[in-house]
């Protein structure tokens, strides 16, 4: 690796063309910057030879990280390099102790495609004499987006001499220009981790009967602040309440220098708490028998996907009766116990392609209601079973998928939470995409037909009753949309037909798509296959091409709340095989692409196949398709066609 890097590098310094406007740090008017000059230790760089890559990347003397030049492009002499291990650290020794601390801004580099990448997380870290350090807070991007310079940041406070970074990498390389500490009045609000969010000029995170005494302790400066109703009536004791407004002022306290409204999720009532009344106003206006202001909207929107639906109101309703808490995806991690990349352990696994092509197998059809279907066969003395359901937008999609042993010990790998079938970013015009497909609407039903796949005779159920089946064939047909759903489609929003049809046969689900295009559609990213498992049944995943094992990933047993889990990508499978812990090792999920050609085509952003760390309980496989960058457009006319297939099996 040493000796290709060796060869970009130089390679760097001979086309000018990949220089780059250089990145700056945050925007922190006010604010001193107190290590400049001053001494560290680190990790060991990459390397110490100051003649090496001369005019480029090099060490200088470990001088770099607080001389306050900033990094000019991917590989200049501004950069110190980390390489090979896997956690990097940074002390700073600011050479007295400052009471004023307000922020950590902290510069790193990218360019993937020659092994520089973000790391996978920073966190910061404060110390009084060098040697017990507490956490102070986590290093967020505030650069985004794909350009070579990044702006990390992160708000604390408190009195310190030495100032730790520690890197968790996500790659072979990761560089860093430049660690500023900075001092003096923070104008901004933010919070100590794992409690309370702050997206643009909201704020997220606190659950119901939060006294404001609390949530002031929880912010990491709270010198100037006040907090007011929606009315505009001061606040200095009880609970926050949904449309709370915090203001942040000046040190004199005359002017306002930012303010921020609180979202309380199921506080619809904003009275900072969630009873019946919360969740009848969220049913009622699913059910257009109601309106909601924007911020009754907010707080309705329960699962924060940017709309309110009957997904919504029912975890409202569950949050009041004590069998959900809406909250519990705020909830900071602290169990951190999956050891990642684990590769090595299992390069004697067996790879070979036994799964067998069922076309027949005993099973039970039975229509639970007008918008379930059920499925059932035995494995191995127990019971599988899968369904098919409703979606609130109209279209039937895969639901849960569970065994119970004959014991009766139930086994729920998938819930009917979230979406196994395509989802695309899909837009009329290049730069602009919206979702359609699987769980994000923007898609319409037109018919769904039911076949005994042996037979070919349609089946016709009504709600309770059953059928025997070998072969169960289901042909579904509906419209894709790109467009706002809540508003109504238009024909102008129709881009493309697709026929679904799904063959499940016992334990094993295939799904063959044909698309027709009506109008151009230009794709970002887009998912043609996936698969969410449940982590106790699926904290592994073995990515493999034509029988050779490219990687296992082992994720956390305790992954983030907030979805910020790490993404295990870079290996372009089409065949991926899921299994647990705990004594649950002998359940095993392959799930595979049939039409590589068409189900993960043309792009190299590590992004091809990924196993996404999803949540606390679940994780996520992805069959990728386009790449998000150049944005590949799909012409009108055009007919695609895609198969994908799941497999569950007992591996004793």
């Given at each position: 690796?040493?000796?290709?890097?060796?060869?970009?590098?130089?390679?760097?310094?001979?086309?000018?063309?990949?220089?780059?406007?250089?990145?700056?740090?945050?925007?922190d008017?006010?604010?001193?910057?107190?290590?400049?000059?001053?001494?560290?230790?680190?990790?060991a760089?990459?390397?110490?030879d100051?003649?090496?890559?001369?005019?480029?990347?090099?060490?200088?003397?470990?001088?770099?990280?607080?001389?306050?030049?900033?990094?000019?492009?991917?590989?200049?002499?501004?950069?110190?390099?980390?390489?090979?291990?896997?956690?990097?650290?940074?002390?700073?020794?600011?050479?007295?102790?400052?009471?004023?601390?307000?922020?950590?801004?902290?510069?790193?580099?990218?360019?993937?495609?020659?092994?520089?990448?973000?790391?996978?997380?920073?966190?910061?870290?404060?110390?009084?004499?060098?040697?017990?350090f507490?956490?102070l807070?986590?290093?967020?991007?505030?650069?985004?987006?794909?350009?070579?310079?990044?702006?990390?940041?992160?708000?604390?406070?408190?009195?310190?001499?030495?100032?730790?970074?520690?890197i968790?990498?996500?790659?072979?390389?990761?560089?860093?220009?430049?660690?500023?500490?900075?001092?003096?009045?923070v104008?901004?609000?933010?919070?100590?981790?794992?409690?309370?969010?702050?997206?643009?000029?909201?704020?997220?995170?606190?659950?119901?009967?939060?006294?404001?005494s609390?949530?002031?302790?929880?912010m990491?400066?709270?010198?100037?602040?006040?907090?007011?109703?929606?009315?505009?009536?001061?606040?200095?004791?009880?609970?926050?309440?949904?449309?709370?407004?915090?203001?942040?002022?000046?040190?004199?306290?005359?002017?306002?220098?930012?303010?921020?409204t609180?979202?309380?999720?199921?506080?619809?009532?904003?009275?900072?708490?969630?009873?019946?009344?919360?969740?009848?106003?969220?049913?009622?206006?699913?059910?257009?028998?109601?309106?909601?202001?924007?911020?009754?909207?907010?707080?309705a929107?329960?699962?924060?996907?940017?709309?309110?639906?009957a997904?919504?109101?029912?975890?409202?309703?569950?949050?009041?009766?004590?069998?959900?808490?809406?909250?519990?995806?705020y909830?900071?991690?602290?169990?951190?116990?999956?050891?990642?990349?684990?590769?090595?352990?299992?390069?004697?696994?067996?790879?070979?392609?036994n799964?067998?092509?069922?076309?027949?197998?005993?099973?039970?059809?039975?229509?639970?209601?007008?918008?379930?279907?059920?499925?059932?066969?035995?494995?191995?003395?127990?019971?599988?079973?899968?369904?098919?359901?409703?979606?609130?937008?109209?279209?039937?999609?895969?639901?849960?998928?569970e065994?119970?042993?004959?014991?009766?010990?139930?086994?729920?790998?998938?819930?009917?939470?979230?979406?196994?079938?395509?989802?695309?970013?899909?837009?009329?015009?290049?730069?602009?995409?919206?979702?359609?497909?699987?769980?994000?609407?923007?898609?319409?039903?037109?018919?769904?037909?039911?076949?005994?796949?042996?037979?070919?005779?349609?089946?016709?159920?009504?709600?309770?009753?059953?059928?025997?089946?070998?072969?169960l064939?289901?042909?579904?047909?509906?419209?894709?949309?790109?467009?706002?759903?809540?508003?109504?489609?238009?024909?102008d929003?129709?881009?493309a037909?697709?026929?679904?049809?799904?063959?499940?046969?016992?334990?094993?689900?295939?799904?063959?798509?044909?698309?027709?295009?009506?109008?151009?559609?230009?794709?970002?990213?887009?998912?043609?296959?996936?698969?969410?498992?449940?982590?106790?049944?699926?904290?592994?995943c073995?990515?493999?091409?034509?029988?050779?094992?490219?990687?296992?990933?082992?994720?956390?047993?305790?992954?983030?709340?907030?979805?910020?889990?790490?993404?295990y990508?870079?290996?372009?499978?089409?065949?991926?095989?899921?299994w647990g812990?705990?004594?649950?090792?002998?359940?095993?999920?392959?799930?595979?692409?049939?039409?590589?050609?068409?189900?993960?085509?043309?792009?190299?952003?590590g992004?091809?196949?990924?196993?996404?760390?999803?949540?606390?309980?679940?994780?996520?496989?992805?069959?990728?398709?386009c790449?998000?960058?150049?944005?590949?457009?799909?012409?009108?006319?055009?007919?695609?066609?895609t198969?994908?297939?799941?497999?569950f099996?007992?591996?004793?």
């Open positions: 690796m040493k000796k290709i890097l060796s060869i970009v590098l130089l390679l760097a310094t001979v086309f000018t063309s990949f220089a780059i406007v250089p990145a700056s740090a945050a925007n008017d006010g604010l001193r910057n107190v290590s400049k000059g001053c001494s560290y230790t680190s990790s760089p990459y390397t110490t100051a003649n090496k890559y001369t005019g480029n990347y090099r060490n200088k003397n470990y001088t770099e990280l607080t001389d306050g030049k900033y990094g000019k492009d991917p590989v200049g002499a501004e950069w110190y390099a980390f390489n090979g291990k896997s956690e990097y650290f940074i002390t700073i020794d600011l050479g007295k102790t400052y009471s004023d601390l307000a922020r950590v801004n902290v510069q790193c580099g990218k360019k993937d495609s020659w092994g520089i990448v973000l790391p996978a997380e920073m966190t910061v870290w404060g110390s009084a004499d060098g040697k017990n507490t956490q807070g986590t290093l967020t991007d505030e650069t985004g987006g794909d350009v070579v310079n990044h702006d990390y940041r992160a708000d604390i406070a408190g009195e310190y001499r030495y100032i730790k970074i520690l968790k990498p996500d790659g072979a390389f990761c560089f860093v220009s430049e660690v500023d500490v900075l001092c003096g009045y104008d901004t609000v933010s919070f100590s981790k794992g409690n309370g969010y702050v997206e643009g000029k909201e704020i997220f995170g606190y659950a119901e009967k939060t006294e404001i609390q949530m002031l302790a929880n990491t400066s709270s010198a100037g602040v006040k907090i007011f109703d929606k009315s505009g009536k001061e606040k200095t004791a009880g609970i926050i309440a949904n449309g709370d407004v915090i203001k942040k002022y000046d040190k004199e306290g005359k002017n306002v220098l930012n303010e921020y609180v979202i309380l999720d199921g506080d619809i009532t904003c009275d900072g708490k969630v009873n019946a009344v919360d969740y009848v106003k969220a049913k009622r206006f699913v059910l257009k028998a109601q309106t909601l202001s924007d911020l009754e909207k907010k707080a929107d329960a699962n924060r996907n940017g709309k309110v639906d997904v919504d109101y029912a975890q409202i309703k569950s949050h009041v009766l004590n069998t959900f808490n809406l909250y519990k995806k909830e900071p991690v602290i169990e951190h116990d999956g050891r990642g990349d684990v590769t090595d352990e299992f390069k004697k696994m067996d790879t070979s392609d799964i067998e092509n069922y076309t027949s197998y005993d099973m039970t059809l039975k229509r639970n209601s007008q918008t379930e279907y059920g499925i059932t066969c035995t494995l191995d003395g127990g019971t599988v079973y899968l369904t098919l359901h409703k979606t609130a937008w109209g279209t039937f999609n895969l639901g849960k998928w065994y119970t042993e004959a014991g009766g010990t139930k086994h729920q790998f998938v819930s009917d939470s979230t979406d196994w079938e395509y989802v695309y970013r899909v837009g009329a015009k290049r730069g602009s995409t919206q979702w359609s497909g699987g769980n994000h609407d923007n898609e319409q039903m037109d018919s769904l037909k039911l076949f005994d796949g042996v037979s070919g005779k349609e089946i016709v159920l009504n709600v309770g009753q059953t059928a025997n089946v070998k072969n064939k289901i042909v579904e047909t509906t419209r894709l949309y790109w467009g706002d759903a809540a508003n109504g489609y238009s024909e929003e129709h881009y037909n697709a026929v679904r049809t799904y063959t499940i046969v016992g334990p094993q689900i295939k799904l063959a798509v044909d698309y027709e295009y009506l109008k151009d559609a230009y794709y970002g990213l887009s998912y043609t296959c996936m698969f969410p498992i449940n982590k106790k049944y699926g904290l592994y073995a990515f493999m091409s034509d029988e050779e094992l490219l990687f296992v990933a082992e994720t956390l047993k305790t992954g983030a709340a907030d979805y910020s889990g790490k993404q990508s870079g290996n372009a499978a089409d065949r991926c095989v899921m812990y705990g004594g649950r090792e002998k359940y095993k999920f392959d799930v595979r692409v049939l039409t590589p050609e068409t189900s993960c085509n043309n792009f190299d952003n992004s091809k196949t990924f196993f996404w760390d999803m949540n606390t309980t679940s994780n996520k496989l992805y069959f990728s398709k790449d998000g960058r150049a944005q590949d457009v799909v012409k009108a006319g055009a007919t695609i066609h198969e994908c297939m799941w497999t099996y007992i591996d004793e």
